[in-house]
């Protein structure tokens, strides 16, 4: 029996560690795995005299943890690219919306799809996250908006999760929108959140975390509370989409619940930032949003890094407001609007998105001990993955040791 299942050399490694500077950078390295962890790392002058069933050199190139999309609305039917050609020649969103455009049109082609067709095109999208080095996916539920058809889409989430090398965590977002049932009645919808939606989820383990949508074409603070309380009750941490749109204080109340992470942010206030890092909750900023709704005020980046809040970036992929399949396009974007480093943009996309899953102990950095969730890219240094746009960088995927397709 060998000492390692595989022995990968003439590698540099960006191990994105905690504390390390210069990306955790380890020029000519040797990696090796044993039993889909990483069982040792470091320079190959101090490779210990091991035995290893397969090994490969990797001819100089560049490996990172695996990338992880720690916010996604995976799941969806319909197509509403004819409304953002609406937009483009001026359009109003709010016009789209009063006529059952909007949210709403993907919630009647999600109810109204069947579960193969959902699988499907989740199934493509899943395949080109992948292809840009994601090895984690989190996927939400929220164009359901009843019981069956919430509980539906975690149901595809869960197949997909059956059928994929990848690891996929799901969250239930039933309070994303208010539903044409309810519309008089947001607060009978979070009653029927809390009473039934939620329970019978928990009842079948299909959802690691609940989200809800703070703002106000969706619910506001007290409603949001009375459903976390709820999650609280039931043993599922939480997270928020947070003053994307407006401050409406949904900062404060994440960290309130001591929320993983709260998302978006861009009209967060200082009060909020400063909450984030007391509760120790992490910020994911999504780029891809912010640019296809043409917005101009910014996340408050400067008083996040200042407050030590850890910033996650993720593509946040929807057919409204983010149609985007791709983490290394989310890091490029992420560096452009937002002014995150190069290497900000990359611990955005593994470390700090890992730990907005809850999932650090396990993934996100390039250490023994963790997870072999690796991607070996043809790039002459980490900071290439953020400057390049739609460049397939990729050249290898590793999860738990194994090369996927
Ligand atoms: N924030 C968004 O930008 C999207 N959802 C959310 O909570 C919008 C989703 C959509 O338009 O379908
Ligand atoms: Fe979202």
Known sequence: MADWDLLLTDLHLATLAEG??????????????????????????????????????????????????????????????????????????????ARG????????????ADIDTLYESAHTRLRQLAASGVATVEIKSGYGLDVASELKMLGVARNLSDTSDLTIRATLLAAHSVPPEYSDDANGYIDL????????????????????????????APQIAKLFRRAEELGLPVRLHADQLSDGGGAELAAHFKALSADHLEYTNEAGVRALAA???????????FLTLNETQQPPIDALRDAGVPIAVATDCNPGTSPLCSM?????????????TPEECLAGATRNAARALGLLNDRGTLEKGKRADIAVWDVNHPRDLVYWMGRRSLDELLIAGIPVA
């Open 328 to 340: 290394t396009e989310a890091m490029a974007l992420a560096s452009r609007l937002f002014g995150l």
């Open 101 to 112: 455009g909007g949210i709403l049109s993907t919630v009647r082609a999600t109810r109204n």
């Open 193 to 220: 959140i809390c009473e039934e939606i939620l329970p019978e989820v928990v009842e079948r383990e299909l959802a690691d975390y609940v989200d809800a949508y703070c703002e106000r074409v969706a619910f506001d």
């Open 279 to 289: 509760a120790g909750t992490t910020a994911v900023l999504l780029p891809g949003a």
């Open 20 to 97: 390390a500077p210069d990306f955790g950078l380890v020029r000519d390295a040797a990696l090796a795995v044993a039993d889909g962890k990483i069982a040792w790392l470091g320079p190959a002058g101090e490779l210990p005299g091991k035995s290893a069933a397969e090994q490969r050199s990797l001819g100089g190139r560049w490996a990172t943890p695996a990338l992880i999309d720690c916010h996604t609305h995976l799941i969806f039917a319909g197509d509403r690219a004819g409304e953002f050609e609406e937009r483009l020649a001026g359009v109003a969103y709010a016009d789209i919306a």
